[in-house]
């Protein structure tokens, strides 16, 4: 390969580019209908036990898989052993098909952020609004190719001149305009009352049901089981403390995922009605608008912003499923980044145009019934291939090349750190950096000691299981079959 593959300039990069990948359109109106419909506060509980834990371990997995290849998917996979090549190859679909539909949406969220900025908000807030928009056979569409050529464009630039760069700008934006907003949300009359329904736990709505939905969107919201981890974690240097990296990435999607349901659920709670949680882009594109439209002037403002909060969250997830599958083509074809987002491109476009269409003229072409083709391929990926490669991922992390393989690789960053440290010249510093290797001698094996078996315990034998579970949960709730196992959604 004549060109070079690229990486992150330094930590701050890589968590921003990281956490700009999981931070995404599954944060903002996901996260907040999943919290709502699963008792509020107990939704929130089981969240944060299972991304401290189940999450943690996945994703330091994913990273510290790529890293140590220092290739994509499924290069990565075939460099440790040639036999599972073959989940590789799962794993890099994923992306391929999800980067597609995922732009579409992205397009919709550009479309509402020209509506709001335009001072369109009463249009934008009336029922059909949503709905005759996305049928449309053309406006649509044109959306998807403005939303990815901006993907593109960021992509074509490089890994750090372009990925890293937009991460770096938007991310920062994208938490002051969260933080924000979620402070006006909470001066709206009745905030207390929304905000108690978000956070108070209901444990009678407590259930196998709510660890499920919780453990699903943790896959979705972590962006784990495509490929993009695996990725990232391939542009990593070896001096980055990948532990820490870890955490700090898991902080920025948690925090958002939490403000979100702050952004959303309280302002539908005071000037809206709770009927209009719904899943889906409903919430969203929908009820929200309608919301805006209910605080009166102050609401495009408010609006305008909170769209290009999405559009900002939507396009650093979008480039990280782009660059994903980029880099795949690039490791197994050795082709340059120009040629290789061309032939991405087109991709793209033959699986985005039915998916846009599909919401209007084509949504008689349905593959499984009563799915468009947007729907489709949300289920095949969310529901199915990512759970398949997650489990596969932990058999083959756990028994094939063994857990230690990869506690290894997260070890590396923490030792260079501690030789940088003791590079210091001013003899102050030197007597301080001395004192702190003595003391992190002393504290890292007796954390690591703690910490490694349940790195292992997760990957060989929780994980596993609980994956097993979402499966069976997501594929028998599409089918509507929950119901004869005692379950309900
Ligand atoms: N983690 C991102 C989000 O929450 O939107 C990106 C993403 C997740 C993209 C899941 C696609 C997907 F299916």
């Given at each position: 390969?004549?060109?070079k593959?690229?990486?992150?300039?330094?930590?701050?990069?890589?968590?921003?580019?990281?956490?700009?990948?999981?931070?995404?359109?599954?944060?903002?109106?996901?996260?907040p209908?999943?919290?709502?419909?699963?008792?509020?506060?107990?939704?929130?509980?089981?969240?944060?036990?299972?991304?401290?834990?189940?999450?943690y371990?996945?994703?330091?997995?994913?990273?510290?898989?790529?890293?140590?290849?220092?290739?994509s998917?499924?290069?990565?996979?075939?460099?440790?052993?040639?036999?599972?090549?073959?989940?590789?190859?799962?794993?890099?679909?994923?992306?391929?098909v999800?980067?597609?539909?995922?732009?579409?949406?992205g397009?919709?969220v550009?479309?509402?952020?020209?509506?709001?900025v335009s001072?369109?908000?009463?249009?934008?807030?009336?029922?059909?609004?949503?709905?005759?928009?996305?049928?449309?056979?053309?406006?649509?569409?044109?959306?998807?190719?403005?939303?990815?050529?901006?993907?593109?464009?960021?992509?074509?630039?490089?890994?750090?001149?372009?990925?890293?760069?937009?991460?770096?700008?938007?991310?920062?934006?994208?938490?002051?305009?969260?933080?924000?907003?979620a402070?006006?949300?909470?001066?709206?009359?009745?905030?207390?009352?929304?905000?108690?329904?978000?956070?108070?736990?209901?444990?009678?709505?407590?259930?196998?049901?709510?660890?499920?939905?919780?453990?699903?969107?943790m896959?979705?919201?972590?962006?784990?089981?495509?490929?993009?981890?695996?990725?990232?974690?391939?542009?990593?240097?070896?001096?980055?403390?990948?532990?820490?990296?870890?955490?700090?990435?898991?902080f920025?999607?948690?925090?958002?995922?939490?403000?979100?349901?702050?952004?959303?659920?309280?302002?539908?709670?005071?000037?809206?009605?709770?009927d209009?949680?719904?899943?889906?882009?409903?919430?969203m594109?929908?009820?929200?608008?309608?919301?805006?439209?209910?605080?009166?002037?102050?609401?495009?403002?408010?609006?305008?912003?909170?769209?290009?909060?999405?559009?900002?969250?939507?396009?650093?997830?979008?480039?990280?499923?782009?660059?994903?599958?980029?880099?795949?083509f690039?490791?197994?074809?050795?082709?340059?980044?120009?040629?290789?987002c061309?032939?991405?491109?087109?991709?793209?476009?033959?699986?985005?145009?039915?998916?846009?269409?599909?919401?209007?003229?084509?949504?008689?072409?349905?593959?499984?019934?009563g799915?468009?083709f947007?729907?489709?391929?949300?289920?095949?990926?969310?529901?199915?291939?990512?759970?398949?490669?997650?489990?596969?991922?932990?058999?083959?992390?756990?028994?094939?090349?063994?857990?230690?393989?990869?506690?290894?690789?997260?070890?590396?960053?923490?030792?260079?750190?501690?030789?940088?440290?003791?590079?210091?010249?001013?003899?102050?510093?030197?007597?301080f950096?001395?004192a702190?290797?003595?003391?992190?001698?002393?504290?890292?094996?007796?954390?690591?000691?703690?910490?490694?078996?349940?790195?292992?315990?997760?990957?060989?034998?929780?994980?596993?299981?609980?994956?097993?579970?979402?499966?069976?949960?997501?594929?028998?709730?599409?089918?509507?079959?929950?119901?004869?196992?005692?379950?309900?959604?």
């Amino acid at each position: 390969m004549t060109e070079k593959r690229g990486s992150f300039s330094g930590k701050l990069g890589f968590v921003m580019a990281a956490a700009g990948s999981a931070v995404g359109l599954g944060n903002i109106w996901r996260f907040p209908y999943l919290a709502a419909e699963h008792g509020g506060g107990i939704f929130l509980l089981v969240y944060l036990v299972l991304v401290l834990t189940f999450g943690y371990a996945l994703m330091k997995a994913e990273i510290a898989l790529g890293r140590k290849t220092g290739l994509s998917v499924i290069g990565a996979f075939k460099k440790l052993n040639k036999r599972w090549s073959f989940l590789g190859i799962l794993a890099a679909i994923v992306p391929i098909v999800i980067l597609p539909y995922y732009s579409v949406i992205g397009g919709w969220v550009c479309k509402y952020f020209a509506t709001f900025v335009s001072g369109g908000m009463e249009q934008a807030a009336q029922p059909s609004f949503f709905g005759d928009f996305i049928s449309q056979p053309f406006e649509p569409l044109g959306w998807f190719l403005l939303f990815l050529g901006l993907t593109a464009l960021a992509v074509l630039l490089g890994v750090d001149k372009g990925v890293e760069k937009v991460s770096k700008i938007m991310m920062p934006v994208l938490i002051v305009l969260a933080i924000g907003i979620a402070i006006y949300s909470l001066t709206l009359p009745g905030a207390g009352d929304g905000l108690s329904y978000y956070l108070v736990p209901d444990f009678s709505q407590f259930s196998a049901t709510t660890v499920l939905a919780a453990m699903g969107q943790m896959f979705y919201s972590m962006s784990l089981a495509m490929g993009i981890m695996i990725t990232y974690g391939s542009y990593m240097k070896k001096d980055v403390n990948l532990e820490s990296s870890v955490k700090q990435i898991e902080f920025f999607d948690t925090g958002i995922a939490f403000l979100a349901g702050v952004m959303v659920i309280v302002p539908i709670f005071s000037l809206g009605n709770m009927d209009q949680i719904k899943p889906g882009p409903g919430l969203m594109f929908q009820s929200l608008p309608m919301v805006f439209n209910n605080m009166g002037t102050v609401g495009n403002y408010v609006g305008t912003l909170f769209f290009v909060l999405v559009m900002f969250a939507a396009l650093t997830s979008s480039i990280s499923l782009m660059e994903t599958v980029v880099s795949i083509f690039r490791d197994k074809f050795g082709w340059g980044r120009k040629v290789t987002c061309g032939v991405v491109l087109a991709i793209c476009l033959v699986l985005g145009v039915p998916s846009s269409l599909g919401n209007g003229i084509w949504s008689g072409f349905q593959i499984l019934p009563g799915q468009d083709f947007l729907t489709f391929c949300d289920f095949m990926t969310n529901s199915v291939l990512m759970p398949i490669v997650a489990f596969l991922m932990c058999i083959f992390v756990g028994y094939i090349i063994k857990p230690k393989t990869l506690i290894e690789e997260a070890r590396i960053g923490m030792a260079e750190k501690h030789i940088k440290l003791y590079e210091g010249t001013n003899p102050v510093r030197r007597f301080f950096n001395s004192a702190h290797i003595t003391l992190s001698r002393v504290s890292a094996p007796i954390s690591h000691f703690r910490r490694e078996p349940m790195f292992s315990a997760m990957i060989r034998y929780i994980a596993p299981v609980c994956i097993v579970l979402i499966l069976l949960f997501s594929v028998l709730s599409a089918f509507d079959l929950l119901k004869y196992i005692g379950l309900s959604v």
